[in-house]
């Protein structure tokens, strides 16, 4: 039997795992705070709910669960092919925790509180090729607003999240915002037909990756007519980086002002809350992969380790979906996993740290060594009680690696003996 975790997901050490809690425990605190209520949702929906959902590339990363016993049996003697090979699956696991929201909201809607604030933060899945940085199965921290179409929620959350960032050491980052529905009027004044544009949106989100002439390339591969790519990329092209592309230069060529006005209004209110403390631009190449967003979307950069650490967006047509009428939504998810790879990589400074100690006894001393160690626990300590084991000097190593500032030892109590550093 194997005894490594399957490829894209990880076991972590108890040095780790204290870590993780840590960070977790900060967001959640943050959340809380600011007048977010925490829900959970199962790890498994349906399989319908999955498929239907709008979740751009996600849906091809689905963990689909095989029917059992009766049904198994008669979908295998339907007779399956690689084009309804779907009639094998009833459920699968959750690629992220939006979904699950809006069937849980659909499901309770009569005993929440408009609108409605909450918290997730929990494991989601994706059948993803493993490499670095992608893993199988990983954590999010989502905060969501449902029923309310103000621009003003959309404030709330940037102003929020980005205080949870700050609150677990990610301080020096930009907020970028750009707007699906300015997005969109944008492709279609170039010249793109309705029923291209999230293919367009696809590739355009590749922008930072590919360059203006990767993008070029791939659009002309899915042969889009050549006036609309033309004009699309000679717009960029007036630009060194579509990042610089000002909102007022977008919203001078459209029809339909909204958009352009909601996102002022975002940038401005946020700027004006924030104290200086960070940059909200404008980047009309911000996409978002997930096909349910309707309106805003936001992401977070990190300046210091270059890429996302956090993004969301409004997805006002997603609840609906299960109720048959439209429900306002918007919500911003941290990339934790993203930043827990950097505090590893650079180091973190926990709270507690210098308040772990080991309390050493030998056989029959137990008694005196649990007393001493509630002594310790009183005084805000935390304790761990080990028998004294044969090499002490290599046990203590392997203590102080794991983040212990000390031992004490109770046949000989002296005090608490500190390790160097």
Known sequence: MKITSVKGTNDYLPNEVEIRDYLQNEILKVYVENGFEHITTPVIEDIENLDKSDGGENLNLIFKI???????????????????????????????????????????????????????????????????????????????????????????????????????????????????????????????????????????????KIGLEGVKNELEEKEFAEAAIAKFTGFLANVSNPQEISLESVKDILVDKAPAESLEYIMKSVNELCNGEFDVVFDLSLVRGQGYYTGTVFEVESI????????????????????????????????????????????????????????????GELTAAYKLAEKYRAEGKICSLYVKPKKMGKFLGKLEERGYAGFINVSNDDGISYFEN
């Open 66 to 208: 095989m029917k059992r016993g009766d049904k198994l049996d008669k979908a295998l003697a339907s007779g399956v092919t690689s084009q309804n090979e779907n009639v094998l699956a009833d459920m699968g696991l959750r690629y992220d925790l939006t979904l699950p929201l809006s069937r849980y909201f659909a499901n309770n809607k009569d005993k929440l509180t408009l609108p409605m604030k909450c918290i997730q933060m929990d494991r989601v899945y994706r059948a993803e090729r493993p490499q670095k940085g992608r893993l199988r199965e990983f954590v999010q921290c989502d905060i969501d607003i449902i029923g309310s179409d103000s621009r003003d929620s959309e404030v709330e959350l940037i102003l929020i999240t980005t205080k949870a960032l700050k609150a677990i050491g990610m301080k020096n980052f930009k907020v970028k915002v750009n707007d699906r529905r300015l997005l969109r009027a944008f492709l279609m004044d170039c010249g793109f037909e309705e029923s291209q544009l999230d293919s367009v949106c696809i590739t355009f989100d590749k922008m930072d």
């Open 304 to 363: 210091d380790f270059k890429g996302a650490i956090a993004g969301g967006g409004r997805y006002d047509n997603l609840i609906g979906k299960f109720l048959g009428q439209q429900v306002s939504a918007v919500g911003f998810s941290i990339g934790f996993e993203r930043i827990f790879s950097i505090l590893m990589e650079h180091g973190i400074d926990l709270p507690n740290k210098g308040n772990k100690i080991a309390v050493m006894y030998d056989e």
